[in-house]
């Protein structure tokens, strides 16, 4: 079988992936997949997957997406479009998820199903994530308590997570 | 330090099937364009504050660490931290602004300047994802006291690539899958592990063509998801790779002719005079196989640094003479035949 990429010479690289419930697949010769980001075993996984792909923000850089001419919005961090950013599926810089934020939010959920972050808090994470953590682990406490039958504590974390949530609702 | 203490020299938990376990985390400043659209002079800045976090800290990091600047690192050796997975092949380009901070033992590794400002990396011998994790996340923290990464209350560490966003957490497993492989259920495989959210791929050496039998199991989702829900679920996965692996082997290896080409392999790569690296690739996978059953008795450490030490970057750097292609073969058909050669093994009766 022939590289898909160079169509010259053999594909020695199988790599497949599901991107929110849709596979694909791509046979690439050592050259193209070392291109690619997938040179050896451990190589991480760098972006060529967009070429392999298509573009990971398709949507955004849909021309429909983009106003014309120039009232283009600009990161103020690095001066990329959302344009610039669909063309290399790269940020410029942290600003970029700030200044794009509503746009790229469905090209993430697409690629990872959801758009929360779940994993490590550092310590300078703001006062409201790290208060929907607490509210989690409250919920995931609640649940617990209710099937373990302890009511009293149950209704103490109920109060709990209703004073959390207001908090956070205002 | 002596070679034997180094990470891949030492064969780890299920290290029949597991050759070794890594943990990535992705990490920027905020205040710094990401690498794609950096300056010279704000590679040089990223670079320093790194340094300077990692090496004049009174942190439990200090000390350890080696500074590598990659841009003007020799290509061999450059091309010898790739081979022994310390770096990316990419990042052996040496590109202007690159660096590596490499601990003593080798096993974890600080990229400045790869795909995002750092990358740290964790490698263990064997499957030990939570150990790996803890050590990454360790160095993390002490990292991100000093440098205050780039996090958003909503998506999470902020990465150059999208697909790093959440977690920027990349835990991989590398597998020898000989028995999977020849039975050729390594497709079904890929498809079964891609519906559960990670994704398996081989490389089959350097050559275009030589086969090693070595896959990768990653996780490929990182936001919406905590560090250990991930690791646990490639962890389960691995684990029943690994079953699949050791029963496929057994049937296998019941088989003569499987028998035989173990015992072939071993024989030629105790005798040849001159090996390729493609050659050596196909048949010390044979001969990791019939080492792992106990068809043939070798220590799989002796075979985790073979794996290593004799590929073309590591035997050109540690080589005292200028080794031209040829020259290679010859000098790594010694090098396999001093490791495995006539007192190595004793035959074992099956
Ligand atoms: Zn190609
Ligand atoms: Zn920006």
Redesign the interface.
């Known amino acids: 079988m022939l590289c898909e990429k160079c169509h010259k010479?053999?594909a020695?690289?199988?790599?497949?992936?599901?991107?929110n419930g849709q596979?694909s697949?791509v046979y690439l010769?050592?050259d193209c997949?070392?291109k690619a980001?997938?040179?050896?075993?451990?190589?991480?996984?760098?972006?060529g997957?967009n070429d392999l792909l298509g573009s990971?923000?398709g949507e955004a850089a849909h021309p429909k997406a983009i106003p014309a001419g120039g009232d283009e919005v600009r990161c103020s961090?690095?001066g990329?479009t959302l344009q610039d950013i669909a063309a290399?599926?790269?940020?410029?810089?942290?600003?970029c998820?700030?200044t794009f934020y509503d746009q790229?939010l469905p090209?993430?959920q697409r690629?990872?199903?959801?758009?929360?972050?779940?994993?490590?808090?550092?310590?300078?994470?703001?006062v409201?994530?790290k208060q929907r953590r607490q509210l989690d682990e409250l919920r995931k406490a609640l649940s617990l308590a209710v099937e373990k039958q302890e009511f009293e504590n149950a209704a103490a974390l109920r109060d709990e997570i209703k004073a959390l949530e207001q908090g956070l609702n205002q | 330090m002596t070679d034997s203490k180094k990470w891949y020299t030492q064969s780890g938990p299920d290290g029949d099937v597991v050759l070794s376990t890594r943990i990535r985390l992705a990490r920027n400043f905020s205040d710094i364009p990401f690498v794609g659209r950096m300056t010279d002079a704000q590679k040089a800045q990223v670079e320093e504050r790194v340094r300077d976090a990692v090496l004049n800290g009174n942190s439990t990091l200090a000390g350890s660490f080696h500074y590598i600047d990659m841009e003007h690192c020799p290509h061999v050796q450059a091309v010898s931290l790739a081979e022994r997975h310390l770096i990316s092949p990419e990042f052996s380009q040496g590109a202007a602004g690159t660096a590596l901070l490499l601990l003593e033992d080798e096993s974890v590794s600080i990229m400045v300047n790869e795909e995002d400002h750092l990358r740290v990396q964790v490698m263990r011998p064997g499957l030990d994802l939570n150990g790996a994790y803890d050590t990454a996340d360790k160095i993390d923290t002490l990292l991100d006291e000093k440098l205050n990464f780039a996090f958003h209350d909503r998506l999470g560490y902020l990465t150059q690539c999208p697909t790093n966003l959440g977690t920027g957490m990349r835990a991989s497993v590398m597998l020898h899958l000989p028995a999977l492989q020849e039975l050729g259920s390594m497709n079904q495989l890929a498809n079964t592990v891609a519906k559960l959210g990670l994704t398996i791929r081989g490389t089959y050496g350097e050559g275009s063509d030589a086969k090693g039998a070595v896959y990768q199991l990653s996780n490929q989702v990182t936001l919406g998801i905590s560090e250990q829900a991930a690791i646990e679920n490639l962890r389960s996965i691995a684990q029943q790779v690994i079953a699949q692996e050791r029963n496929a082997r057994k049937q296998l290896c019941a088989d003569v002719r499987v028998q035989d080409r173990i015992w072939r392999s071993y024989g030629i790569l105790t005798t040849a005079r001159t090996l390729t690296v493609k050659e050596f690739t196909g048949l010390i996978s044979n001969v990791r196989l019939g080492a792992a059953t106990g068809i043939l008795d070798i220590p799989m450490d002796v075979i985790s640094r073979l794996l290593i030490d004799a590929m073309p970057g590591t035997m050109i750097s540690r080589s005292e003479q200028d080794l031209d292609a040829a020259k290679a073969d010859l000098e790594r058909a010694r090098l396999v035949r001093d490791a495995l050669g006539p007192n190595r093994p004793q035959e074992t009766q099956f």
């Not at chain 1, 020695?12 to 991107?19: E, L, P, S």
């Not at chain 1, 997938?38 to 760098?46: A, D, E, K, T």
Request: glycine share 12%; charged share 15%; proline share 3%.
């Open positions: 010479n053999e020695t690289t199988h790599i497949k992936r599901v991107i596979a697949e010769c050592a997949a070392a980001g997938f040179g050896s075993i451990h190589s991480p996984f760098s972006l997957l990971v923000f961090g690095c990329s290399t599926g790269r940020a410029g810089c942290a600003k998820y700030d790229l090209s993430l690629l990872h199903g959801k758009t929360r972050h779940a994993g490590k808090l550092p310590a300078s994470a703001g409201e994530a």
